[in-house]
């Protein structure tokens, strides 16, 4: 190949120990500073598990709930609870990586 040819950049040789389909590495299109999804997820789970629980205390203490059921109270604890099960598992996540960059 001359000087002058460009050679397509994501032509690579077979690597077989990387799967089909794989990159190896930084493909070069991220950018250096990107941000974890884990932060998104953080603040989603940490949203969800305030929201569940307080509809769900509001629905299991009501004199009268809607529709005469309980159940939907019973549904909004349990979400609460794997909301507060992701937030902890989200932090340690966090955290561990955090603790590799440094």
């Known amino acids: ?8 950049p994501t032509t690579r040789p077979v690597d077989p120990s990387v799967p089909a389909g794989q990159p190896r590495g930084r493909t070069g299109d991220e950018p250096r500073t990107a941000r ?9 789970a940490a949203f969800g598990a305030l929201v569940c629980a307080v ?5 299991l203490t009501a004199d009268e709930p809607p529709g005469g059921s309980k159940g939907p109270g019973i549904v909004l604890l349990g979400l609460a609870v794997v909301a507060v099960v992701d937030l902890v598992v989200v932090a340690r996540r966090l955290r561990r990586g955090r603790a590799r960059r440094v």
């Open 55 to 59: 509809f769900a205390v509001l629905w």
């Open 36 to 44: 974890s999804p884990l932060t998104l997820r953080l603040l989603l």
């Open 1 to 8: 190949m001359s000087p002058h040819e460009r050679r397509d």
